[in-house]
């Protein structure tokens, strides 16, 4: 198995630009494409922990779009072949100072297309 294959490797990349995108914006639908539609798929938030798809969606929709801007430090994505990838990253936000997030998403590409099958997030006390 090939691991960070440069042209798997920028299109993981690309995917994950697009998420952060649609984030910083609350592009709701946009972020919902970007999760597989499975009752298998997992996102586990700050003080969440939503199992499904629909779980997922519901999240989001409800979700306040204020202060979802932030900046990203630390960003690894691997990729695993040509249809698996992981990212990590770590992420601040105006409105937690003293914080760092955690962000981990599995990516899948799954029917010609990169999906997230499931995402931790959280937020910890910054490391002296």
Same mark, same amino acid.
């Given at each position: 198995m090939e691991i960070d294959r440069p042209d798997v490797v920028a299109e993981v990349k690309a995917a994950f630009a697009r998420y952060e995108q649609a984030l910083g914006t609350n592009d709701v639908a946009a972020l919902n494409? #970007?999760?597989r539609a499975d009752v298998r798929t997992i996102r586990y938030g700050g003080a969440e922990n939503l199992y499904g798809y629909d779980a997922i969606a519901a999240f989001r929709t409800a979700r306040s779009p204020i202060g979802l801007e932030r900046s990203l430090a630390r960003t690894v994505i691997t990729t695993f072949g040509s249809d698996f990838a992981v990212a990590s #990253?770590?992420?601040?936000?105006?409105?937690a100072p003293g914080k760092v997030g955690r962000q981990m998403q599995t990516w899948v590409r799954l029917d010609g297309r990169w999906q997230i099958v499931a995402?931790?997030?959280s937020m910890i006390d910054e490391p002296a």
């Open positions: 494409a #970007m999760f #990253m770590l992420f601040y936000r105006a409105s995402a931790h997030v």
